[in-house]
């Protein structure tokens, strides 16, 4: 792939001094350089992407159990990062894009329909007297609930050489199994509008889509008019975001959506608090909201009969997820925020999206959604235990965040914790010790977390250091640390100036050749005696840079490179 310009840059006389560059290391073969007069721009990698709604399939006793099916393919401005940086195995669904000979391009651990039918599972044997299989809970949703087992995810489209799009879940043994395999051309041919056509503002806008990170906040249980009720408590969700570090910090690399949509009824279904006060509007039964968000196990109580503990059921999900996502292309979206207008309080988190109710006057509910997405977005784990709540360390296939651990000896988060700390940590050095190893966390006996508080802990707390750290690794794998528009090349009077703009917490340095060249505030120059007739290689590191960023990661520094010369 090489750099292009318009034809009136396109310089033909050869005694004009003029810059020829393309992408990778020339050859004997050159006649696909370009040369061109003013400027040339970086650009980045073409993150298109469309949005596949699937329905998952469960079936214990055929030779692949997990299988998929696209249900619709949805067209809109939609973009995903292409970047191949692995992140923690959180997940049990695989997502690859092939070329045409099965060489793998692209691919990524994802969430899916099986982290639901998981979670019911463990939450229904832990916390009730029957227990069930996960073959059991599949058949209980796809007669209760069916709509659940469709939700959405956004698939790259315009990878140089892609082909085919497939999904694997392992088996038993932990091997991989094809669960689909469809022609990428297929996904686009499908591809329509979405159905819907909500009301959707932009809150804040940093740039491109195609080089942020965009956040939607989403209504359901909000009636045509509780709208101004929404503005109000999506736009606190938006402020506490960026008040909160290290969100602060990389703000120019989010943009921030609200979309509305109106339900029929307001709140969510089975959002009785036990409050007399609270509940005089409550429903004990699925609602009709716009995506049926529910307190799902209480009602999974209700439709098996059996108590529980109130304070066990607090997590409320949609009902419809695959609704969710066709709302949420409106505008462009990597992360998702449900807010639910039920004055019971809940927090959720799972299949890149979050749900919050808004269950105070602002106050509270807004740091519980920045909690949330460091769950969705940060792949972090809770860092409290609560005697009521199961030990997700039970649940199969899952790893532990990278903010938990089940060990001291090693320690994974080693690099970050306080010179002279001794691990575990007593918590009687809680006010002492920034990084440690306190035990306590994940709802689970005998499980560490790096501080003795955080936002994983407290809501109302900052995150730690460690996991501070992860939402800064988080945020190098959804951009570019250079945006398509953020470095340019410009032909000067007196050879080249490199201009970089966008790089907010960044250290920007250039090699030519290998040989690092002075630049200040962000402009380096070469002179054309520097340069001159042959191909030299111009490195761009870019490198984020923080109080948060303790330990250098592959995630927070790149590298690009063009090959340049001027012409004889």
Same mark, same amino acid.
């Given at each position: ?79 995903? =990062? ?5 992140? @923690?195995? $959180? *997940?049990?669904?695989? +997502?690859?894009? &092939?070329?045409? !000979? /099965? ?82 051309? =297929? ?5 329509? @509008?979405? $159905? *819907?056509?909500?009301? +959707?503002?932009? &809150?804040?806008? !940093? /740039? ?361």
């Amino acid at each position: 792939m090489f750099f292009s310009s318009c034809e009136d840059d396109v310089v033909v006389n050869e005694r004009e001094s003029v810059i020829e560059a393309q992408f990778s290391e020339p050859t004997s073969d050159e006649s696909t350089a370009e040369s061109i007069k003013e400027s040339i721009d970086f650009g980045t990698e073409n993150r298109d992407a469309v949005l596949v709604i699937l329905r998952g399939y469960l079936d214990p006793g055929a030779t692949i159990p997990f299988r998929f099916e696209v249900s619709r393919v949805v067209s809109a401005e939609l973009f995903r =990062d292409v970047d191949r940086i692995k992140v @923690p195995n $959180r *997940f049990i669904t695989q +997502a690859q894009i &092939l070329d045409e !000979n /099965g060489l793998v391009l692209w691919d990524e651990n994802v969430d899916s329909l099986f982290q639901v039918l998981e979670f019911l599972k463990l939450v229904i044997s832990e916390q009730s007297p029957i227990a069930l299989d996960v073959g059991q809970v599949y058949r209980f949703v796809d007669m209760q609930y069916p709509e659940l087992l469709e939700f959405g995810m956004l698939v790259p489209s315009s990878i140089v050489d892609a082909k085919i799009f497939r999904l694997a879940v392992p088996d038993e043994d932990g091997t991989l199994v094809e669960a689909l395999k469809v022609p990428i051309a =297929d996904l686009i041919k499908e591809a329509a @509008p979405s $159905r *819907f056509e909500p009301r +959707a503002k932009t &809150l804040v806008n !940093n /740039g491109k889509p195609a080089d942020k990170i965009d956040v939607v906040v989403i209504a359901d249980g909000y009636q045509a008019d509780n709208e101004d009720k929404f503005d109000a408590d999506a736009r606190a969700v938006e402020k506490r975001f960026f008040e909160t570090e290290p969100f602060k910090s990389y703000a120019n690399d989010f943009n921030f959506h609200t979309v509305f949509i109106p339900s029929a009824e307001n709140g969510a279904g089975y959002d009785c608090t036990g409050n007399a006060a609270r509940d005089m509007n409550c429903k004990e039964d699925i609602r009709d909201t716009a995506f049926a968000t529910t307190f799902v196990v209480s009602a999974v109580a209700d439709k098996f009969g059996f108590d529980i503990d109130r304070s066990s059921t607090r997590v409320a999900m949609p009902l419809n997820i695959a609704k969710l996502y066709e709302v949420a292309s409106s505008v462009p979206f990597d992360q998702i925020i449900l807010l639910s207008n039920s004055e019971r309080s809940s927090g959720f988190a799972g299949l890149y999206f979050s749900v919050v109710t808004a269950y105070d006057d602002r106050i509270d509910f807004p740091d519980t959604a920045v909690h949330e997405l460091g769950h969705s977005y940060g792949l972090l784990g809770d860092e409290y235990s609560n005697t009521n709540d199961p030990c997700f360390s039970n649940e199969p296939k899952v790893s532990l965040p990278v903010n938990i651990a089940s060990t001291v000896s090693p320690l994974k988060w080693k690099a970050l914790v306080d010179e002279g700390a001794p691990i575990p940590t007593p918590d009687t050095l809680a006010n002492s010790v920034s990084v440690g190893a306190f035990e306590g966390a994940y709802s689970c006996e005998g499980h560490f977390r790096p501080s003795a508080t955080c936002k994983m802990r407290n809501s109302d707390h900052e995150f730690c250091a460690v996991c501070s750290q992860q939402l800064v690794n988080r945020i190098g794998t959804g951009i570019d640390a250079i945006s398509s528009d953020g470095l340019k090349i410009n032909r000067t009077k007196d050879g080249i100036s490199i201009t970089a703009s966008d790089i907010q917490n960044r250290q920007l340095q250039f090699f030519l050749a290998d040989v690092l060249i002075s630049s200040k505030d962000g402009v380096a120059q070469i002179s054309e005696s520097q340069l001159g007739p042959e191909w030299k290689e111009l490195k761009v590191v870019a490198e984020f840079t923080s109080q948060f960023v303790k330990v250098p990661t592959a995630q927070s520094k790149v590298e690009k490179s063009i090959w340049l010369r001027f012409l004889p």
